[in-house]
C-alpha cells in the first residue's frame, strides 16, 4: 500500500505503522476518535507532551534545570503558557533550540515505545497521530501516511468558528503549516473530511480494513512459507535417512 516515499522499512507481516495528520480545522481529532472507537492503538503526540508536562513527568525537572522555577505551575507540572513566552518569537530561537532538544527525544522514546508495544503483542495496525507530521519530517517512521483534508473554505469557517480564534491568527497558523496541497502530494491516502460525516468515517472503517486485509494475507503467506520449508527439511531428512538406511544394508 505505501508507495516510494520517505517511510520505514517494514518486514512483511509487520505491524503497520500508519502515521495521522493534517492541518487545523481539518477534522484529523475527529478522525483520531473514531480509530479509537474501533481499537486502533493510536498514539497522540500531543497527548504525550501533556503527559510528559504533568507533575512528576520526565520533562519537568530538565525544563526546571533549563528555564528555572519561573516555568512550573502551583501543582509542580509545567506551565505551558510561561513556557511559550520563553521560547516563542526570532529573540527567542536559541531558547527554543534548547526546549526541543530536552523534549523531541523524549516524544519519540515514548513513540518507539508505543510500536515495540504494539509489535510485540502482534497488532496489525497502529496509528501515529502527529499534528506536525510533515512539518518535522516524521514520515519517514510510518509505513503508511494519511492525511485529513477538506476544501479551504470549509477549513476556514470551521476554525473561525472556535472561541477566541480571529484571522488573523488562522493566518499565523496556517504560516507556520505545510499547506494542504503539499500534505496531500505526501500523502498515501486522503481521508477527504468535507463530506458528512457518516462519509467521511466510511472513508475511514474502509481504509482501516484494508490495512487490517493487507497484514492478515501477509501473515498467511509467511505460514504457508514457513509451512512450505518445513515439509521441505522434513522431506529431504527422510529422503537422508532412507539413503543411510540403504546404505547400511548393502
Known amino acids: 500500500m ?9 518486514s512483511l507481516g509487520d505491524t503497520l505503522v500508519v502515521g495521522l495528520t493534517g ?13 479509537q472507537e474501533m481499537q ?28 528555572g522555577s519561573q516555568v512550573l505551575n502551583e501543582e509542580g507540572g509545567i506551565d ?31 513513540r518507539d515505545r508505543f510500536i515495540h508495544d504494539a509489535q510485540r503483542r502482534g497488532e496489525l495496525l497502529c496509528v ?18 494519511v492525511v485529513v483534508s477538506a476544501p479551504a473554505e470549509q477549513q476556514r469557517r470551521r476554525v473561525l468558528a472556535r472561541p477566541e480564534m480571529t484571522p488573523e491568527k488562522f493566518t499565523a497558523i496556517l504560516a507556520k503549516q505545510v499547506p494542504d496541497g503539499v500534505k496531500r502530494e505526501k500523502a498515501d491516502r486522503v481521508v477527504d473530511s468535507g463530506l458528512s460525516l457518516e ?44 539413503a543411510v538406511a540403504r546404505r547400511s544394508r548393502q
Open 199 to 242: 462519509e467521511t468515517k466510511g472513508q475511514v472503517e474502509s481504509l482501516v480494513k484494508e490495512c487490517r486485509q493487507q497484514v492478515e494475507a501477509e501473515r498467511a503467506r509467511e505460514k504457508t512459507w514457513h509451512r512450505l520449508v518445513l515439509g521441505c527439511a522434513i522431506l529431504s531428512g527422510a529422503a537422508l535417512a532412507f
Open 23 to 35: 492541518s487545523i480545522g481539518m477534522g484529523k481529532s475527529t478522525v483520531s476518535k473514531w480509530l
Open 80 to 110: 505551558r503558557g510561561a513556557l511559550s513566552k520563553l521560547v516563542v518569537g526570532e529573540a527567542n530561537s536559541e531558547r527554543l533550540k534548547q526546549l526541543e532538544a530536552i523534549v523531541h527525544p523524549l516524544v519519540e522514546a515514548s
Open 128 to 145: 501515529l497521530d502527529i499534528p506536525l507530521l510533515f512539518e518535522k519530517q516524521l514520515e519517514k517512521h510510518c509505513d503508511l501516511v
Open 40 to 67: 486502533i492503538p493510536l498514539d497522540d503526540a500531543d497527548a504525550t507532551v501533556h503527559r510528559l508536562y504533568a507533575p512528576g513527568g520526565e520533562a519537568v525537572l530538565p525544563l526546571k534545570e533549563a528555564f
Open 2 to 10: 505505501a508507495s516510494e516515499k520517505a517511510r520505514r522499512r517494514r
